[in-house]
């Protein structure tokens, strides 16, 4: 099974920092690197799949970048409403991974 | 509008059996495959199966292999969890999930907003 690592674990943030988050996996996963964001209480949510593409309906201030076992998830200018905790996830391979989580606080 | 509703979740004893529903709205059901995801109290997501668009494809996770069956209805638009032989490491909300279109197998674009399992004796 292909491990996923999350970092950090979780962070504090300001509005309008730059904030970023990443993913490294055990072993090459292409560009088959998904990313979600779940609100307390709510179903996940696909923010940025195949490492880089933005899902539709998406803030342009959410990005992607990465390919083989190292990813990062920016968001540009934090806003009020990113709280919650971040997961990548791999579809590369089966089983399916997702890494343990970001929870992202907004100071 | 996309709609998927979970349904079929409850309190169950150690050993015993539930059935998962899926009920799929909004789309054309068989042009994608779908999945369950679980999500254990305050803990992380793990994928748990996914059934290809005919049913022709499935794939489990070692944790729930041999003991969980996925399966599908397309004239029904209804993906199914059948799982037996639940034990308390099976308590979780239980997302249905649908496949994004191009962007391979495994990537989940619409997510319902789950089931509760809770195993107990």
């Known amino acids: 099974d292909i491990q996923m690592t999350q970092s950090p674990s979780s962070l504090s943030a300001s509005v309008g920092d730059r904030v970023t988050i990443t993913c490294r996996t055990s072993?090459?996963?292409?560009?088959?690197l998904n990313w979600y964001q779940q609100k307390p209480g709510k179903a996940p949510k696909l923010l940025i799949y195949?490492?880089?593409s933005l899902q539709s309906g998406v803030p342009s201030r959410f990005s992607g970048s990465g390919s083989g076992t190292d990813f990062t998830l920016t968001i540009s200018s934090l806003q009020p409403e990113d709280f919650g905790t971040y997961y990548c996830?791999?579809?590369?391979?089966?089983?399916?991974?997702f890494g343990q989580g970001t929870r992202l606080e907004i100071k | 509008e996309v709609q998927l509703v979970e349904s079929g979740g409850g309190l169950v004893q150690p050993g015993r059996s539930l059935r998962l529903s899926c009920a799929a709205s909004?789309?054309?059901?068989?042009?994608?495959?779908m999945y369950w995801v679980r999500q254990g109290p305050g803990k992380g997501l793990e994928w748990v199966s996914g059934?290809?668009?005919?049913?022709?494809?499935?794939g489990y996770a070692d944790s729930v292999k041999g003991r969980f069956t996925i399966s599908r209805d397309n004239a029904k638009n209804s993906l199914y969890l059948q799982m037996n032989s639940l034990t308390t490491e099976d308590t979780a909300l239980y997302y249905c999930?649908?496949?994004?279109?191009?962007?391979?197998?495994?990537?989940?674009?619409?997510w319902g907003q789950g089931t509760l399992v809770s195993v107990s004796s």
């Open positions: 999930a649908k496949a994004k279109a191009g962007a391979g197998t495994g990537t989940f674009d619409y």
């Open positions: 909004g789309f054309t059901f068989d042009d994608y495959a």
């Open positions: 059934i290809s668009r005919f049913s022709d494809n499935i």
């Open positions: 072993q090459t996963t292409s560009t088959y």
């Open positions: 195949a490492a880089s």
């Open positions: 996830q791999q579809s590369y391979s089966s089983p399916i991974t």
